[in-house]
């Protein structure tokens, strides 16, 4: 019984830790490009936008592009560190 708990144990763990890392950076990605689009006005046609990012969105986007990228750097260190 006991290695049936610490199995699932880990099992949750795992689980979770690719949740948060491997679905999880794509969502603040995401995230991050609609940020680029807050307060901006779209074009008649509705295909592009007509005005450009504001401040408040470039802020927002970089914050979660640099999330991101300290999310894959951190992976890169931890499989040469690993390896």
Same mark, same amino acid.
């Given at each position: 019984?006991? &290695? &049936? &708990?610490?199995? $699932? #144990? =880990?099992?949750?763990?795992?689980?979770? @830790?690719?949740?948060?890392?491997?679905? @999880?950076?794509?969502? /603040?990605? =995401?995230?991050?490009?609609? =940020? $680029?689009?807050?307060?901006?006005?779209?074009? #008649? #046609? @509705?295909? +592009?936008? %007509?005005?450009? %990012?504001?401040?408040?969105?470039?802020?927002? %986007?970089? &914050?979660?592009?640099? /999330? /991101? %990228? +300290? $999310?894959?750097? @951190?992976?890169? /260190?931890?499989?040469?560190?690993?390896?």
């Amino acid at each position: 019984m006991n &290695l &049936l &708990l610490e199995t $699932l #144990d =880990a099992v949750w763990r795992v689980t979770l @830790g690719g949740l948060v890392l491997g679905v @999880g950076a794509p969502v /603040v990605f =995401a995230a991050g490009m609609a =940020a $680029l689009g807050i307060g901006r006005t779209v074009s #008649d #046609d @509705g295909e +592009a936008y %007509a005005t450009p %990012a504001t401040p408040t969105g470039r802020v927002v %986007a970089g &914050l979660c592009f640099a /999330v /991101v %990228a +300290a $999310l894959v750097v @951190g992976g890169v /260190v931890l499989i040469v560190a690993g390896g």
